[in-house]
């Protein structure tokens, strides 16, 4: 395995599945995003939520539309 590297063998790379809830909440078009990490690929957009780490309110980033629909669904309270 290449440390710092994002070239890796595919057998490297195992599926995990969180078994938390993650708090997040949505994005409003062309609010501040100071202090909330987005990725390059990542264009803001309305759909696309702020995640936050409840464990240090300082680690928030962007979760855009298309991974949230596709991976995400609230959780029962």
Do not use: C
């Not at 599926?15 to 609010?31: D, N, S, V």
């Not at 309305?46 to 995640?51: K, R």
Request: glycine share 8%; charged share 20%.
């Amino acid at each position: 395995m290449m440390t710092g590297s994002l070239k890796h063998d595919w057998h490297d790379w195992r599926p995990y599945r969180k078994i938390a809830t993650q708090l997040m909440r949505p994005y409003i078009p062309g609010e501040n995003l100071n202090g909330i990490s987005v990725n390059a690929e990542d264009i803001p957009e309305l759909g696309g939520m702020i995640a936050i780490n409840a464990s240090n309110p300082n680690d928030q980033w962007y979760v855009g539309k298309a991974f949230f629909l596709a991976n995400y669904v609230e959780a029962n309270r």
